[in-house]
């Protein structure tokens, strides 16, 4: 079984800056792909950014150059840094982790969520 728990959500003021943290546990081979989403009021889920095992990122235009996207290699845990936070970022942050599985069979998973509130 695998579990994602994640953390740092919270309330900030615009301007500010909040990370997120995404701890994945259970049994794990290999995480390939770990993502960031987001769904706001009334919107779509939306992909913010998402980083490979192999360190490349991707970020959806609104965050380019204010969210950063890491995970160490050697661990399972990855961290979305969101800086110069404005009130449309306001959303329900998911984790979402493309992995292998300790007898290499695949799986996605998705963390619960934690709310990100952007004051202005």
């Known amino acids: 079984q695998v579990q994602l728990r994640e953390s740092g959500g919270g309330l900030v003021q615009s301007g500010g800056s909040l990370r997120l943290s995404c701890a994945a546990s259970g049994s794990i081979y290999k995480i390939n792909t770990m993502s960031w989403f987001r769904r706001a009021p009334g919107k779509q889920r939306e992909l913010v950014a998402f980083?490979?095992?192999?360190?490349?990122?991707n970020y959806t235009d609104s965050v380019k150059g204010r969210f950063t996207i890491s995970k160490p290699s050697a661990q399972n845990t990855g961290y979305l840094q969101m800086n110069s936070l404005r009130s449309e970022d306001t959303a329900v942050y998911y984790c979402?982790?493309?992995?292998?599985?300790?007898?290499?069979?695949?799986?996605?998973?998705w963390g619960q969520g934690t709310q990100v509130t952007v004051s202005s």
């Open positions: 980083i490979t095992s192999g360190g490349i990122t």
């Open positions: 979402n982790v493309d992995l292998l599985r300790a007898k290499g069979w695949p799986g996605i998973y």
